[in-house]
């Protein structure tokens, strides 16, 4: 017969073990779309080549160049839309021949709803097709165990002041 003290030990464990469960909470799926605003030059780059392979050209086609980002993300299109994050990180092509780069880049929301969270972008980026696929493997604050993936697609683009916007849906399942 087991005693009282065990019992008890038993009865806190249990305790422990619902509590834990609950702190977790319910499986949510979360939808956003967004636009990273792109000045990869200009008076006030957001997206700067910072090395490469020497002697060599540093560009998104040339293998080895590593580039570090801080693109204001909107609501909207236009980049006088509010800002609902930012987008901080580095690209690294990544593929022999320039296709695909490989993205490493953590969405650091600002806005009302969501700033303090975070949302963490990594895998290659096939980076000259139309609609570009990339996996979200974690996150932050309101996206604790997020995961999920977020698609890419280049809407503006003006070559003359190397600026695009690019849109992006993302999909996360979290706690
Ligand atoms: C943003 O809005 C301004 C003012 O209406 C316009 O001149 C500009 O072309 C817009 N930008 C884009 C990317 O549509
Ligand atoms: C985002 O979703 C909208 C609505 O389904 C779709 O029209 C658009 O093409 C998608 N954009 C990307 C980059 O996936």
Redesign the pocket.
């Known amino acids: 017969m087991a005693s009282n003290s065990s019992k008890l030990a038993l009865v806190l464990l249990l305790a422990t073990l619902a509590c834990s469960q609950a702190e977790l909470g319910q499986l949510k799926e979360t939808t956003m779309t967004v636009y990273f605003q792109d000045w990869s030059g200009g008076p006030n780059p957001t997206m700067i080549p910072i090395t490469g392979v020497s002697h060599g050209e540093w560009s998104f086609r040339k293998f080895g160049t590593v580039f570090c980002t801080d693109d204001p993300i909107t609501e909207g299109?236009?980049?006088?839309s509010a800002e609902v994050a930012r987008g901080q990180g580095m690209y690294v092509t990544s593929a022999l021949d320039g296709s695909n780069t490989h993205v490493l880049i953590s969405i650091v929301f600002t806005n009302e709803e969501y700033g303090g969270s975070t949302l963490e972008i990594q895998g290659a980026s096939r980076q000259f097709e139309r609609i570009r696929e990339v996996s979200v493997v974690a996150g932050t604050g309101k996206f604790r165990f997020a995961r999920g993936y977020a698609t890419f697609e280049t809407v503006?683009l003006d070559m003359s002041s190397a600026y695009s916007?690019i849109e992006s849906n993302i999909t996360i399942l979290h706690y």
């Open positions: 299109l236009n980049a006088t503006y916007v």
